[in-house]
């Protein structure tokens, strides 16, 4: 079973950072791609985010292209979202997840576990 804790939400203004963390089960943390998602209110659930096994292919949405950077530290067993400049827009739940690779995260099958989330709102 993987266990993914997602933390480092919380209420921020337009402009400011902020950034998420994902702690991972280490059985499984340096064999696994990594991503984020999103879930705004009203919305369905969005990619953000992925990033391979050795960090060395990563892929962001259009969205939050040029603001957010995914990284992993896998001494730590940690996945990242560094999140700048933040928009009203980006307001919703977080979600970590893990999957094959970061490709079949981005454009599916998808994950396949997921973290519980983490709240991030942005005030304008």
């Known amino acids: 079973q993987v266990q993914l804790v997602e933390s480092g939400g919380g209420l921020v203004q337009a402009g400011d950072s902020l950034r998420l963390s994902c702690a991972a089960s280490?059985?499984?943390?340096?064999?696994?791609?990594m991503g984020w998602f999103r879930q705004a209110p009203g919305k369905e659930r969005e990619f953000v985010a992925a990033i391979s096994r050795g960090s060395s292919i990563k892929y962001h949405a259009d969205a939050v292209k040029g603001r957010f950077t995914i990284s992993r530290d896998n001494a730590k067993n940690t996945v990242y979202l560094q999140m700048n400049s933040l928009e009203p827009e980006d307001t919703g739940v977080y979600y970590c997840a893990t999957g094959e690779s970061a490709r079949t995260i981005q454009v599916g099958p998808g994950p396949d576990y997921w973290g519980q989330g983490t709240q991030v709102t942005v005030s304008s």
């Open positions: 280490r059985r499984t943390f340096s064999d696994r791609a």
